[in-house]
C-alpha cells in the first residue's frame, strides 16, 4: 500500500504523519506500519507514527499516535500538536476539539514562539494523580512517594495524562539511571498494570527540565505528556506555583506549560513547536511489513532551519 506522510517533530519527539482518513487498513495493521516507518535501521526512522482520523459530531477530527514498538498509547501532546496542525490545515480552522483513544482535548493555534516556528497549543485534563490512576499496584497517596518493588529509592508522584507517569525530581538528571528504570517499567513488571513513562525532572528557576523514558519508545528527546506531568507535579508537591506558564525544557527543545491545581480544574496546557521537516512517499506491504525505496518529494528548508535557529 502507499503511504504518503509528513516528517514532523515536536520538540525533537519525531513523528511520520498520515492522513488516514480516507486508507482502507484495519486497526491492528497500523502497527506493523508503524513499525516499518519507525525502524532507525530503515528508510525513514521515528519514535512513532501520528494518524489524522475522521471527526465525528462533538470532534473536528480525530487523533492517534502509534509508537515504534507497534502500541498504541492513550495520546501524545508533542505529535497532537503535529496532528492538529494538519487538520487545521485540512479543514481550514484555527482551533478544534480533537477525539483522542479515551479522551478529548482541545488544540488551537498559538503565537509561534519563534519567527517561523509554527505553534500549537493543547489542552487537556482533568489530571488525576494516584497508584490506581496510572495501574500503579500499591497503596499510597501517589504524591512524592517511595514505590515499594520499584527498583528505585527515590520519591515518585504518579499522574495519569491519562497516559501514565511516573515522576521523580533530581538535582541533575543521570541519564544511565533514567534508561535502567525505564527498561525495567517497560518489561512488563506486575508491580505496573500497563508499564510507564519515566521523567527526571530538574528544578531550573521558576522553570523545569525533563528528561524522559518513554514507554513503547525508550529515551527520547521530548514526551509532551510528561513535560506536562511534571509541571503538574511540581505545582502538587509546592515546588512552582499553579497557574502560572512556565518554560519546560527538554533534550530536544522547549515548550510553555500552565497546570492548573485542583481549584482550576486540574487542567493542563501546552504550547510548542509542529515543525514539518519533509514530505514522504513509500510502499509497505501491510501484510509482510517490508518497504520499498522511500521518495522525498518535499523538502520544508525554512521551517527546518526556524527550529534549528530557535532551538540551538
Same mark, same amino acid.
Given at each position: #500500500? ?25 486497526? %491492528?495493521?497500523?502497527?506493523? $506500519? ?7 535501521? %530503515? ?10 482520523? &475522521? ?19 492513550? /495520546? @501524545? ?20 476539539? $480533537? ?6 482535548? &482541545? ?10 516556528? =509554527?505553534?500549537?497549543?493543547? /489542552? ?5 494523580? !494516584?497508584?490506581?490512576? *496510572?495501574?500503579?499496584r500499591v497503596a499510597g497517596s501517589g504524591i512524592e512517594m517511595e514505590v515499594p518493588g520499584l527498583p528505585s529509592g527515590r520519591r515518585f508522584t504518579a499522574v495519569s495524562m491519562p497516559n501514565p507517569h511516573l515522576i521523580a525530581f533530581v538535582d541533575t538528571v543521570d541519564v544511565a539511571e533514567l534508561r535502567a528504570l525505564g527498561d525495567w517499567c517497560?518489561?512488563?513488571? =506486575? ?19 525533563? &528528561? ?10 521530548? @514526551?509532551?505528556? =510528561? #513535560? ?23 533534550? !530536544? ?16 496546557? *501546552?504550547?510548542?513547536?509542529? /515543525? ?7 510502499? *509497505?506491504? *501491510? =501484510? /509482510? %511489513? ?23
Amino acid at each position: #500500500m502507499r503511504f504518503e506522510f509528513i516528517k514532523c517533530h515536536g520538540s525533537g519527539n519525531d513523528f511520520c504523519l498520515i492522513d488516514a482518513r480516507d486508507h482502507a487498513v484495519e486497526s %491492528g495493521a497500523w502497527s506493523r $506500519v508503524a513499525r516499518t516507518l519507525c525502524d532507525r535501521g %530503515g528508510p525513514v526512522g521515528a519514535d512513532g507514527i501520528l494518524l489524522l482520523k &475522521q471527526g465525528d459530531r462533538s470532534h473536528a477530527f480525530g487523533f492517534s499516535v502509534v509508537n515504534a514498538d507497534g502500541s498504541e498509547p492513550e /495520546t @501524545c501532546l508533542n505529535g497532537l500538536r503535529c496532528g492538529a496542525r494538519a487538520g487545521f490545515e485540512a479543514f481550514g480552522i484555527d482551533a478544534a476539539r $480533537v477525539k483522542l483513544k479515551t479522551s478529548s482535548a &482541545q488544540v488551537a493555534r498559538e503565537t509561534d514562539l519563534a519567527p517561523g516556528v =509554527a505553534t500549537v497549543r493543547t /489542552t487537556v485534563g482533568p489530571v488525576a494523580v !494516584g497508584p490506581a490512576a *496510572i495501574g500503579l499496584r500499591v497503596a499510597g497517596s501517589g504524591i512524592e512517594m517511595e514505590v515499594p518493588g520499584l527498583p528505585s529509592g527515590r520519591r515518585f508522584t504518579a499522574v495519569s495524562m491519562p497516559n501514565p507517569h511516573l515522576i521523580a525530581f533530581v538535582d541533575t538528571v543521570d541519564v544511565a539511571e533514567l534508561r535502567a528504570l525505564g527498561d525495567w517499567c517497560e518489561s512488563g513488571p =506486575a508491580l505496573l498494570a500497563d508499564r510507564a513513562n519515566v521523567s527526571f525532572v530538574e528544578l531550573r528557576g521558576e522553570d523545569l527540565f525533563v &528528561q524522559t523514558y518513554e514507554r513503547g519508545v525508550g529515551l527520547t528527546n521530548a @514526551c509532551g505528556t =510528561a #513535560m506536562a506531568a511534571s509541571t503538574h507535579a511540581a505545582g502538587l508537591t509546592g515546588r512552582l506555583a499553579f497557574g502560572r506558564e512556565r518554560t519546560v525544557f527538554n533534550p !530536544g527543545g522547549r515548550v510553555r506549560v500552565r497546570a492548573e491545581g485542583p481549584g482550576g480544574g486540574d487542567i493542563v496546557s *501546552i504550547a510548542g513547536n509542529a /515543525t514539518f521537516e519533509w514530505d514522504g512517499v513509500i510502499e *509497505i506491504d *501491510i =501484510a /509482510t %511489513g517490508a518497504a520499498g525505496p522511500l521518495e522525498v518529494v518535499r523538502r520544508r528548508e525554512d521551517e527546518i532551519a526556524a527550529w534549528a535557529s530557535l532551538s540551538g
